[in-house]
């Protein structure tokens, strides 16, 4: 990504040993795999909420084992619905900090519908 960019849309949706966000520029209409400090190097995204980011992140990886995938799981039940709450509020977070022109969504939840989507719409 360079400073030419423009943001189009970011996707949260944690997967094990990569990034939690999914973003699409202009430059690359492709998505791909982001970490939360590319989008604060890149597009201005809060250290606070980085490091919000990070620490959901780090929970879900930690659930990870590599040596039994099919073992990963949360604690509990609650701890997931938790887990799960949190991402949602840091989604609508990121899509305040980033404003109306890009799309969020949290896993295939749109948050914020971004400028392309409302574009179409209008169509």
């Known amino acids: 990504m360079n400073q030419a ?9 944690p997967e094990w ?3 939690p966000l999914w973003v ?7 998505e791909g795999n982001a970490e939360p400090e590319d989008l ?11 490091a919000e980011l990070n620490e959901w992140d ?8 590599p040596a039994d ?7 509990s039940e609650e701890a997931e619905v938790r887990w799960e709450e949190r991402g949602r509020r840091l989604a609508e977070k990121l899509a305040a900090e980033l404003g109306p022109s890009v799309r969020v969504s949290y896993y295939k939840e749109i ?3 971004g400028a392309a ?7």
């Open 5 to 13: 960019e423009t943001l189009l849309s970011v996707r949260i949706s």
């Open 17 to 19: 040993r990569t990034g």
């Open 24 to 30: 699409t520029t202009s430059a690359d209409r492709f």
């Open 40 to 50: 604060a190097e890149k597009f201005g995204v809060s250290v606070e909420l980085v």
């Open 58 to 65: 780090d929970e879900f990886q930690q659930i990870w084992d």
């Open 69 to 75: 995938p099919a073992s990963a799981e949360f604690p």
């Open 111 to 113: 948050i914020q519908a």
């Open 117 to 123: 989507d409302r574009e179409r719409d209008d169509d």
